[in-house]
């Protein structure tokens, strides 16, 4: 006699919103697509367009070829800067050599990188908070002369800066930290130097803001996070982070659902489900499927604020449209 198949255990699935692309993300991508349909394959990109090995696997396809600089490029073929930003000297090195270049740096790191400029000529002493290595603090620090802007990335770092003139201090930071950390930090400077100046607007970009507060609201009710993100994702790691802090006993970075471990969920109830600014929206869809495999699921969307920002392409790829 056969068996009747054992009932899925019950899994509620919380759901963040807003995940996954933001506007800054979604703007690169379409850049490179927009870029081999007008001019052809190979259109050369410096750097991954964005940090997702999904999007630039899929990419490769289309015809782009990921390079690490601008050297390996042909001057015959479009090259296109990633979102993260590029120092200066590389749109001066692609002028040089008369190449076609298309700028895909998020508008909102642009932004960073004029305020460093307006600090510099100001005459001001610049820190800036980030990430050492990552490609989005190269980028901002190559924006003004070598070792002019100094690089914080802790609290202890802060504590430990010794500027020129302590009264003309000014900071930027890296679009994509946590807030809460930035927050610390931030603070320990201003305790030092009272009269530091901010930037206009807050630097850690709206969308890596949203999804960090949204991982907060379903953390403090799911046992388990899951973040759909590759690991070179900053604004990835960082929810994994935010998940851990905010009430979530485990919080795992997975590529897409094949790093899905079912001995994570083991007597779990409730978990949440989120993707980093750079994770294609299929990849939660193929999670949550992934899930149901082996659960009888119920998806609750957990919808903490509306997004509607969006940024223009490139006049060199819309002109002709």
């Known amino acids: 006699m056969l068996q009747e198949p054992r009932p899925r255990p019950p899994l509620t699935v919380l759901l963040a919103t807003p995940r996954g692309f933001c506007a800054g993300v979604d703007r690169a991508i379409q850049i490179v697509e927009r870029a081999i349909e007008k001019y052809g394959a190979p259109v050369y990109v410096r750097h991954e367009i964005v940090h997702n090995r999904h999007v630039v696997e899929r990419l490769k396809n289309l015809g782009a070829v990921f390079v690490e600089e601008l050297s390996e490029c042909p001057t015959d073929r479009p090259v296109v800067f990633s979102a993260h930003g590029v120092p200066k000297s590389v749109p001066a090195e692609a002028k040089g050599r008369q190449m076609l270049y298309l700028d895909a740096t998020c508008p909102l790191v642009s932004k960073v990188h004029v305020e460093a400029q307006r600090h510099y000529d100001a005459g001001k002493e610049i820190v800036l908070i980030g990430h050492a290595g990552h490609p989005e603090v190269v980028g901002t620090m190559g924006q003004l002369p070598d070792g002019v802007v100094k690089l914080i990335e802790t609290v202890e770092d ?48 709206y969308a890596t803001t949203n999804r960090q507060e949204a991982v907060k609201a379903i953390s403090a009710r799911a046992e388990v996070l899951l973040v759909l993100g590759s690991a070179n994702s900053s604004n990835s790691v960082r929810l994994v982070e935010v998940g851990k802090r905010s009430g979530a006993k485990g919080a795992y970075l997975i590529d897409d659902a094949r ?20 994770a294609p929206e299929l990849l939660v869809q193929g999670l949550i499927d992934r899930l149901g495999e082996a659960f009888d699921v119920t998806v609750e969307e957990v919808d903490t604020v509306r997004e509607t920002v969006s940024f223009k392409l490139p006049r060199k790829l819309t002109a002709d449209a």
């Not at 430990?160 to 809460?180: E, G, K, M, R, Y």
């Not at 994570?264 to 949440?272: F, K, M, R």
């Open 158 to 205: 802060a504590r430990a800066f010794n500027p020129i003139d302590p009264a003309n201090v000014a900071f930027a930071t890296q679009t994509t930290l946590s807030v809460d950390d930035t927050a610390e930090i931030v603070a320990a400077l201003r305790e030092r130097f009272p009269d530091i100046a901010a930037p206009h607007k807050e630097d850690i970009c």
């Open 259 to 278: 790093g899905l471990d079912l001995a994570w969920l083991d007597g779990v109830s409730t978990v949440g489900v989120t993707a980093g600014a750079s």
